[in-house]
């Protein structure tokens, strides 16, 4: 099958490509490497700094429209898959479906569905647009808010999700917001992630216990980060000796992997049900997740043994206890640690996952 992948969000297509390669299919991958992060790409489409960037990208990805045609399956990582005015994104994708066979909508991440659904319908308990249902009114929020709903980029996610042959979701969250609009063609496929040749359960000989966070200034608040960065700093200050905190901030993958390496433990993404690529990749190398893992994220891939994952609440004062428990019992650890290589290769081998996406693009082709 020839496969391609429109766009990046933390690894995802770059991971699936490789998954994909290995089962025989051929696959190119355009992007800008989700910004800072540099993920790998066939081709790079990152848009040049300085007032005339959007422009110079445009004319570039036009010439490269010929390359884009005569695929099997087109996957978008978002309705907004370049970094161009959304006016223009129309006509690109109207091209893209009129030259290729099929065409897939990825639901990875900030979209109308997911801002809609948090604010008015809200079938989760919190996420990150609402707490029970009080609506969050922090400034990243309110800005998605303004750039989803009403708008260009609202017509266009509602043009491709009505128009597209499939739409994937990587998360508990994102399905529970398309599978109402989208039942017959909204099919749930955990992320890919690629195993580290060497996944350890050992901890380095050392007293303390090492928590790593990375933090994204920009969506500090809107994550979480900055709770569960206080939390992390205020259990250090209590347990000096027990407790050492590593933070990344706006760094590269490659630096990011480099720091988080002799982690016990990674703190991400306070409103969230679910591990997503950053946590998983951390949990591959043995390093448990303290973030989401609600009773849901177990269900939708069926788990009914491990528990890798420390879940904790919204809170700060949840975030706080969490850290503690873990801070003053390291003899959790080990099985922890094992536990979360153990899901990891379970549920989000990336070779599994590439097949699982082969199995749901041939679906497309029987409809």
């Known amino acids: 099958m020839k496969i391609l992948l429109l766009g990046e969000y933390s690894n995802v297509h770059a991971t699936l490509a490789e998954g994909l390669r290995t089962l025989g299919h051929q696959v190119t991958v355009v992007s800008n490497g989700d910004f800072w992060k540099n993920y790998p ?132 969250e994102y399905q529970v917001c398309y599978e109402p609009y989208f039942p017959r063609k909204t099919r749930f496929i955990p992320f890919p992630i690629r195993m580290p040749e060497h996944s350890t359960t050992e901890r380095a000989q050392q007293s303390k216990v090492v928590i790593f966070i990375g933090i994204n200034r920009e969506r500090s608040a809107y994550k979480g980060t900055d709770i569960m960065l206080q939390a992390a700093q205020d259990v250090q200050q209590k347990y000096p000796e027990r407790m050492k905190l590593v933070v990344a901030e706006s760094v590269p993958f490659a630096e990011y992997q480099n720091l988080m390496g002799g982690s016990d433990a990674i703190l991400d993404q306070l409103y969230s049900y679910t591990p997503s690529m950053n946590p998983l990749l951390a949990m591959s190398k043995g390093v448990i997740c303290i973030g989401g893992g609600e009773p849901e994220n177990y269900e939708i891939i069926h788990e009914e043994e491990l528990r890798p994952i420390i879940n904790v609440q919204p809170t700060y004062e949840s975030v706080c206890h969490e850290l503690e428990q873990l801070v003053l019992h390291p003899e959790r650890i080990p099985v922890l640690k094992r536990q979360s290589i153990d899901y990891v290769r379970r549920h989000h081998d990336y070779v599994k996952v590439a097949s699982a996406y082969i199995d749901f693009y041939n679906s497309l082709f029987c409809l």
């Open 41 to 172: 790409r066939d081709i790079d489409v990152a848009r040049p700094e300085g007032c005339l960037g959007g422009l110079r990208l445009y004319v570039r990805i036009l010439s490269l429209l010929p390359r884009l045609r005569g695929y099997d399956v087109v996957q978008l990582i978002n309705p907004v898959f370049f970094e161009l005015k959304t006016e223009r994104l129309f006509s690109i994708y109207r091209y893209l479906r009129r030259h290729n066979k099929k065409v897939v909508l990825g639901a990875f991440g900030m979209d109308w569905y997911w801002v809609h659904t948090c604010i008015y319908d809200k079938p989760l308990r919190y996420s990150d647009f609402n707490i029970g249902d009080e609506v969050r009114t922090n400034a990243d929020a309110l800005k998605e808010q303004r750039d989803w709903l009403g708008t260009k980029k609202e017509e266009l996610n509602r043009m491709i999700a009505q128009d597209c042959d499939g739409i994937v979701t990587g998360l508990y």
